[in-house]
């Protein structure tokens, strides 16, 4: 940008490789905003966010990607300090990662999996992303939206009957967790 552009509006989109979150993450940078997106892991949907970017006005210069367990602190501290260095700020974090039942069965519409069957480690897996990892997010960004008396936090949840749907179990209970967390965290 040059002296007479104002820098761009920063956000920050979790799980931006695939679903709700490339869409998202797409619909920012195509808005002007420069964006910083998580992935749990590198693969080709990643690099095909990036190349869909470069298309956009401003290029994949205002997007960067990161590959980043949002349940590991340590790793979100990193992905707000690389948003911050490489982009100036951070205006906004959109907390969409999500684990969902295809981790518990790939067939749970048509076999729905009783709760008692879900092995715990699977349970903490999910729970760990779409509990823990939305929590971890924002504590991490706090402090600086604090520091500048502004931000905003977007956490992407689902619909009341799929948290309460039988056979639904991590799933549905974690995203009414995230769902009671975010009404708490606007009192805040």
Avoid: C
């Avoid at 490339?22 to 080709?44: D, E, F, N, P, Q």
């Avoid at 906004?92 to 709760?115: I, K, Y």
């Avoid at 699977?122 to 779409?130: E, G, K, L, P, S």
């Amino acid at each position: 940008m040059d002296a007479h552009t104002t820098s761009p509006r920063v956000a920050i989109v979790t799980g931006g490789s695939r679903g709700l979150g490339r869409v998202m993450a797409l619909a920012l940078r195509a808005a002007g905003y420069a964006v910083t997106i998580t992935a749990s892991g590198a693969s080709a949907a990643l690099d095909e966010v990036v190349a869909e970017a470069a298309e956009l006005p401003g290029g994949a210069e205002l997007l960067l990607p990161m590959v980043a367990d949002v349940s590991d602190p340590k790793r979100a501290r990193e992905v707000v300090d690389a948003t911050v260095q490489r982009f100036g700020g951070v205006h906004a974090l959109v907390n969409n990662a999500g684990r969902g039942m295809r981790l518990v069965s790939e067939t749970f519409t048509t076999d729905p999996v009783h709760f008692w069957d879900v092995p715990a480690a699977t349970w903490a897996q999910i729970i760990d992303t779409n509990v823990n990892g939305p929590f971890i997010m924002s504590q991490a960004v706090m402090p600086l939206f604090l520091a500048q008396r502004e931000g905003r936090i977007v956490n992407v949840s689902t619909s009341a009957q799929t948290m309460i749907r039988p056979g639904s179990a991590p799933y549905g209970p974690s995203t009414a967790a995230l769902e009671a967390m975010t009404r708490s965290w606007a009192t805040d």
